[in-house]
T-cell receptor
């Protein structure tokens, strides 16, 4: 089944403890991206990647890192999480980019930083 | 002012009614996406538009590039259509989202 898989689905962590949220797609898509969704602010783009070893900042990249060493994986890294990074996170992929093809979203990761 | 404005914010309809959700944007775009977010939180892509009109089952999406406006229509609405509908615009793979329209369809 074609899908975007995020792990974990739920995570509670403490301030400053490094964490990684994984995202994997099995559709050989070139484009992958990360978003966060907050009440009153909606969805905002964090980072995106057009292909392996190519990443770009979105609207709200501060406090996050990403890497794209393989086409299928695009992990989101929080080196030192803070409570303001408590949010619902979504990963998405697209065959060649959002300007020409539809997006496929992961199930979401609900992160709480205490 | 947000770059992507949706209306209405909330919409309640009776089963069978024709639904229209509007999206206006103020930036140049290469594409516009309509997304559906279910109560459980998952997001599904409904349409990607760069011009004209697309139809999928009871859903129709239109876009007017000159007027910077798009509409999502649902014909013969059903309670299972209850969800948040989100408009998102794309410029150079930078995606900006509307605040969403919460639709409730009552039986």
């Amino acid at each position: 089944e074609a899908q975007v898989t995020q792990n974990p689905r739920y995570l509670i962590t403490v301030t400053g403890k490094k964490l990684t949220v994984t995202c994997s797609q099995n559709m050989n898509h070139e484009y992958m991206s990360w978003y966060r969704q907050d009440p009153g602010l909606g969805l905002r783009q964090i980072y995106y990647s057009m292909n392996v070893e190519v990443t770009d900042k979105g609207d709200v990249p501060e406090g996050y890192k990403v890497s794209r060493k393989e086409k299928r994986n695009f992990p989101l890294i929080l080196e030192s999480p803070s409570p303001n990074q408590t949010s619902l996170y979504f990963c998405a992929s697209s065959p060649t980019g959002l300007g020409g093809t539809e997006a496929f979203f992961g199930q979401g990761t609900r992160l709480t930083v205490v | 002012k947000n770059e992507v404005e949706q209306s209405p914010q909330n919409l309640t309809a009776q089963e069978g009614e024709f639904i229209t959700i509007n999206c206006s944007y103020s930036v140049g775009i290469s594409a516009l996406h309509w997304l559906q977010q279910h109560p459980g939180g998952g997001i599904v892509s409904l349409f990607m538009l760069s011009s004209g009109k697309k139809k999928h089952g009871r859903l129709i999406a239109t876009i007017n590039i000159q007027e910077k406006h798009s509409s999502l229509h649902i014909t013969a609405s059903h309670p299972r259509d209850s969800a948040v509908y989100i408009c998102a615009v794309v410029n150079n793979n930078d995606m900006r989202f509307g605040a969403g329209t919460r639709l409730t369809v009552k039986p």
